[in-house]
């Protein structure tokens, strides 16, 4: 007769990564470093990282050149946001000034 195996003792699953050691890696692998909520508390209104605006409050940005603008999301479709994309590449524009200058084009052209 054969020996009887004792029974495979149940395995556990490996300890979950602590978020210093995601952070680390993170690091390591070149993320941006992402804030904690007391550093978010602590800086300046308008400082870089600072919390955003609350609802009904618009908030303009400087751009490079001085100019005051706000800050609008606008979603294209696939192709359209790639033929953009190459039309400024070709003709080493800013997408959003081209986007700013199209809209400009047509408001004006409504008579807005």
């Given amino acids: 007769m054969a020996k ?3 029974a495979p003792a ?7 990564p602590s978020a210093d050691s995601l952070a680390q890696n993170a690091f390591v692998a070149g993320a941006p470093a992402k804030r904690t909520g007391a550093s978010k508390a602590s800086s300046a209104p308008g400082a ?3 919390s955003s605006p ?20 606008a979603y294209f479709p696939p192709d ?3 033929r953009l994309a190459v039309h400024c590449a070709l003709e080493d524009l800013d997408a959003s000034g081209a986007i700013v200058e199209a809209v400009r084009r047509m408001l004006e052209a409504a008579g807005r």
């Fill in 4 to 6: 009887k195996l004792p």
């Fill in 10 to 16: 149940p395995r556990h699953a490996p300890a979950a």
């Fill in 48 to 50: 870089p990282g600072a």
């Fill in 80 to 82: 359209l946001a790639k």
């Fill in 54 to 73: 609350g609802p009904g409050r618009r908030k303009l940005v400087p751009r490079s050149n001085g100019q005051p603008v706000r800050r609008l999301v």
